[in-house]
């Protein structure tokens, strides 16, 4: 996520004054905004973020846009409960992640690039997969990463420990 | 956290941000966001019309029954039906007539509310049963017959082109040589032995993300959005990440040799024209095409057209509509540029050329090439290569700004 400078918020009509962290101008201008517009400014700030998250966990560009449009109609559809609340990223990122699952359980694991830690990432369990994901491409906090997951802080903990030892172990055989 | 660590953390770090970054999204996202919103969800439609299915299936059933009721003569007992029995009814008990006037409303009234809840599209299918044994809805067989459509019309002939067995049924249908077309196994997951796949839903389900980041990185076409699209992609058979380098040096020659086209002053092009040129997004082909053109007569690029439906400008423009430069286009120009183009060997061997009319009047040609686009048949411009005295383009032909392979 990038910061946002001062400027227009495309397609919601809104002026961004100053530069303050993009999910904190955000939420500022969601605020009080129809489904649409909110989904225009979600898309706006998150959708190539998201669709290269997905990538990574799905291993391929066109179902990674599919899961990431999915958690976007769903952030639509539930726009009324999460108008009021600073949660309209977080609970795209969690759809995004389950779609993402989905797809792995349905498709298998793809590599997104022929690299040797793509390639032991992509062969490790989703769940480690996911949180290594989040983690070292998304720079979450272990909450964060909790919440997209739909799991506990110890199991993300124990998820990325087992997942960055495999990955370990992996180069050091294949420098 | 000791160092070692860290190094494996970074170097995960480093990998997942630059396979991330190689990722560029369609740019029509927000669109097909919206379209999913206007349509409604897949799931929901297909479980209301396999519900509606059912009830369609037994009140015909007892439309039937009752239709032969009535036409039996008073009195006498019918079949009984296979609906619900009050408990206690014996099975073989037959049901009299009088019973079955009490079933008779009910049935009716439900064919009218699933015929008025439907609409009859959806009551022909559904009792049609042709799309529904066969699983596909009516949009992803309009997406099917786009993508054969597209293929038998744009795609080399002398190209392989890797199918699931419908839709290399549907592309022999319209002409593409059976020889040349490979059916795809179910459970073949290794590279396609083509120059193209049409990766379909099933053939998507079948490689996964294999196509995308292995074998077919590049989508010359896409139909549809979906369970129902289509992309048409080429097949890198040296792997994705070869086909990238060797595609990026390519639109770099291109590029140069755009470059050089129109510091020739053999051609006269729009505003729009030398950006697609400067940008290197003219097929190779086509430029080498244009510079031979050039070389004989003082051309005018109108336009180019044709990068493939749905992808933007990701993939090679395959056609151009010539004119001559400061004149009107008349008939004897394009017997003469045909009589040109017509001499030329593949792979510059235009697929057409054709005499046109725009809707402004004016009258050009037309030369297109089939897809893909290949790679690699014009190499960058070198100075040391040039000998004294060659200019960057020169009615010598294409070979003095670029190198042809």
């Keep these: 996520v990038t910061a946002a400078g001062p400027g227009d918020v495309a397609g919601t009509g809104m002026h961004v004054t100053e530069a303050m962290p993009a999910g904190a101008v955000l939420v500022s201008v969601l605020a009080g905004q129809d489904a649409d517009s909110a989904l225009t400014a979600l898309y706006t700030e998150h959708y190539q973020p998201l669709v290269r998250l997905a990538a990574l966990l799905v291993g391929d560009v066109a179902a990674a846009q599919d899961a990431v449009q999915d958690a976007f109609v769903a952030v639509h559809g539930s726009w009324r409960r999460l108008r009021d609340s600073d949660r309209a990223l977080a609970y795209l990122r969690r759809c995004v992640v389950n779609r993402s699952r989905s797809v792995v359980r349905h498709q298998g694991p793809a590599a997104l690039e022929p690299s040797a830690e793509i390639a032991t990432l992509t062969a490790l369990p989703p769940r480690q997969r996911e949180a290594l994901v989040l983690r070292y491409y998304g720079d979450l906090a272990e909450a964060e990463i909790a919440a997209a997951m739909g799991i506990g802080r110890g199991a993300v903990r124990r998820y990325t420990a087992q997942g960055m030892a495999a990955v370990r172990s992996a180069l050091e055989t294949d420098p | ?405």
């Excluded at chain 2, 009218?112 to 066969?134: E, M, T």
């Excluded at chain 2, 002409?175 to 379909?200: E, M, S």
């Excluded at chain 2, 289509?230 to 595609?247: C, E, F, K, N, P």
């Design chain 2, 1 to 405: 956290v000791n160092q070692h660590d860290l190094y494996y953390d970074e170097r995960l770090r480093c990998a997942l941000h630059a396979a991330a970054d190689s990722v560029e999204p369609d740019r029509d996202g927000l669109e097909r966001i919206r379209a999913r919103l206007a349509t409604p969800h897949p799931r929901s439609a297909a479980g209301l019309l396999a519900a509606l299915s059912r009830l369609t299936g037994r009140a015909g059933e007892d439309l039937r029954a009752a239709t032969a009721w009535l036409l039996a003569p008073p009195g006498t007992a019918v079949p009984g039906p296979a609906v619900p029995r009050p408990v206690g009814r014996r099975r073989d008990r037959p049901i009299r007539a009088a019973d079955w006037r009490t079933w008779l409303v009910p049935a009716v009234c439900a064919l009218l509310v699933v015929a008025v809840a439907a609409g009859p599209a959806s009551l022909s299918r559904l009792f049609g049963g042709r799309h529904a044994a066969s699983g596909a809805t009516p949009a992803a067989t309009a997406r099917s017959n786009e993508a054969a459509g597209w293929i038998a019309t744009q795609v080399s002939r002398s190209t392989v082109v890797s199918c699931d067995p419908a839709m290399c049924q549907a592309l022999a249908a319209r002409g593409f040589p059976a020889r040349n077309l490979d059916r795809l196994q179910p459970g073949a997951t290794g590279p396609p032995a083509a120059g193209v796949i049409v990766a379909t839903m099933a053939v998507r389900q079948q490689f996964g993300g294999r196509l995308g980041f292995g074998y077919a990185p590049e989508i010359i076409a896409r139909f549809g959005s979906g369970n129902s699209q289509i992309d048409i992609r080429v097949v890198a058979a040296g792997g994705a990440a070869a086909y990238r380098s060797a595609l990026g040096q390519d639109q770099q020659a291109r590029t140069a040799a755009g470059r050089d086209l129109l510091s020739s002053g053999r051609v006269v092009a729009s505003a729009q024209v030398r950006r697609q040129l400067l940008a290197g997004h003219v097929d190779s082909r086509l430029l080498v095409t244009i510079a031979n053109v050039a070389a004989i007569h003082l051309v005018s690029i109108v336009a180019f057209g044709d990068s493939g439906p749905g992808v933007g400008t990701g993939s090679p423009l395959r056609a151009v509509y010539l004119a001559e430069a400061g004149h009107a286009t008349d008939a004897a120009y394009t017997r003469a540029v045909r009589a040109l183009l017509r001499t030329e060997n593949p792979p510059y061997r235009p697929t057409l050329i054709q005499a046109v009319r725009l809707s402004s009047g004016q009258r050009v040609i037309r030369v297109e090439f089939a897809a893909p686009s290949p790679i690699g048949l014009i190499t960058p411009f070198r100075a040391a290569d040039v000998h004294p005295g060659g200019g960057p383009l020169s009615s010598a032909g294409p070979t003095l700004s670029y190198h042809t392979g």
